[in-house]
C-alpha cells in the first residue's frame, strides 16, 4: 500500500482523485472510485439544482459506505448558479471532503472548515497554489498544461510544475494533468507530489456514465487529438479535436469574439455528446492522456493495477537502480 501526507490527511487507501467532471461526475462513478479505495468527487453543477445534488449524494451513499466528496467549481457567468446554495446542501448532506475550482475559495472557506469539511483546491500555477495555501486551504491539486479543461495560460507542463509547486506547498499536494497509469503515479510522487488526479482516464471506465461512442474514440485517439480553444480570450480550454472546437480555433484566430462561438461551445451542445455518442454534436474534454488509454476497465480493476503496478515499479525496477556498495564492482 502507498502512504502518502495526501492519504492521511484525507482518509482513503490510495493516493489516486477522481476530480470533479461537468457532465461525468455522477453517483455510479464516483461510489465506484470510492469502492476502489480512491477519492471520487461528484460535480456540483452536473446537477441541475440544489436540491438534484442533494438527491445525488444520497444515491452514491447508497452505493458506497467510503469517503467521497463533492466539486464545487465557482466561474464568473452572466446568469450564475445558486453556489450558497449548492454549498448549504454539501454541509446539510454531512460530505466532508470538497473540491474547490475556478476562483478564489476564500468565501467559502470558513462555512466549510466551520462544518469540519476539508477543501482541495484546484490551481494552475505555483502562485496560486501557494496563494490557496496562505488562505488555509487543507491541500492542492495541481493542473499542468496536460490537462483537460481550463489549463491555465501559463503553459507550464507537470514535469516542471509539480516540483516547483513542491518546494513551496508544505500541505498534501495531488498532481494533475496527463496521469493514466502507474508509471505517472510514481513520476508524480518523485517529482514531490503526494498523489494524483485522473480525469480522462476515468471517464474512459465501464462505470462512467459517457456513451460508449466516446470511450471508444478516446482509446482510439492519441496524445495528439485534442485543441486548444479561447486561446486569444485568454480562457485557454483543452478539449477533444473535432469539427466544432476545430471551428471555433479557427473563427477565434481569425480575430472572432465569443459571442461568434458562443453557440457552438454552448453546455447543452457537450451534454449530447457524452449523453448521445455523437462525437461532432458540441465541444467535450479530453486531456493529452488520451494517448496513454488503450482500453475500458472497471474502475475497480483499474485503480488496483495502477497500485499494484506502482509498488513493483518503486519496488522492483527502480529499485534494482540503486546497486548495494558491497555489490559494486571496483574497477581493476
Not at 513542491?166 to 493514466?180: E, H, L, N, Q, V
Not at 451534454?271 to 472497471?298: E, Y
Request: net charge negative.
Amino acid at each position: 500500500m502507498l502512504t502518502t501526507k495526501f492519504t492521511e490527511a484525507f482518509g482513503v487507501e490510495h493516493p489516486i482523485v477522481q476530480g470533479g467532471m461537468q457532465w461525468v461526475g455522477r453517483a455510479e462513478l464516483v461510489a465506484a472510485v470510492a469502492n476502489s479505495g480512491a477519492l471520487g468527487f461528484l460535480t456540483a453543477l452536473t446537477q441541475p439544482t440544489p436540491q438534484d445534488l442533494a438527491a445525488e449524494i444520497a444515491k452514491t451513499r447508497e452505493l458506497t459506505d467510503k469517503p467521497f466528496g463533492v466539486n464545487l467549481t465557482i466561474l464568473p457567468t452572466i446568469n450564475p448558479p445558486p453556489y450558497d446554495e449548492y454549498r448549504q446542501v454539501i454541509v446539510d448532506a454531512g460530505i466532508k471532503i470538497v473540491e474547490t475550482a475556478g476562483s478564489n475559495p476564500a468565501p467559502h472557506l470558513p462555512m466549510f472548515h466551520d462544518n469540519g469539511i476539508k477543501v482541495l483546491h484546484k490551481c494552475t500555477s505555483v502562485r496560486h497554489a501557494v496563494k490557496a495555501q496562505s488562505l488555509g486551504v487543507d491541500g492542492i491539486s495541481i493542473d499542468g498544461f496536460e490537462c483537460a479543461g481550463h489549463p491555465g495560460e501559463d503553459d507550464i507542463p507537470g514535469l516542471v510544475l509539480i516540483p516547483a509547486a513542491a518546494a513551496k506547498i508544505d500541505i498534501p499536494m495531488i498532481a494533475s494533468g496527463g496521469f493514466a497509469d502507474a508509471r505517472g503515479l510514481v513520476a508524480a510522487l518523485a517529482l514531490g507530489a503526494d498523489g494524483i488526479n485522473m480525469g480522462s482516464r476515468f471517464m474512459c471506465t465501464v462505470e462512467s456514465c459517457i456513451h460508449q461512442n466516446v470511450k471508444e474514440a478516446i482509446v482510439a485517439g492519441d496524445e495528439r487529438d485534442t485543441e486548444l480553444i479561447f486561446r486569444p480570450l485568454r480562457n485557454t480550454a483543452r478539449v477533444a479535436s473535432n469539427a466544432v472546437s476545430r471551428e471555433v480555433v479557427e473563427i477565434l484566430n481569425r480575430g472572432g469574439q465569443f459571442a461568434d462561438v458562443q453557440e457552438l461551445v454552448a453546455g447543452v451542445r457537450g451534454r449530447k455528446v457524452f449523453d448521445d455518442g455523437d462525437l461532432d454534436a458540441g465541444i467535450w474534454s479530453v486531456g493529452t492522456a488520451m494517448g496513454l488509454i488503450n482500453d475500458i476497465p472497471t474502475v475497480g480493476e483499474l485503480v488496483a493495477r495502477i497500485v499494484a503496478e506502482a509498488e513493483d515499479l518503486i519496488t522492483g525496477r527502480l529499485a534494482d537502480m540503486v546497486a548495494d556498495d558491497e555489490e559494486e564492482k571496483i574497477p581493476a
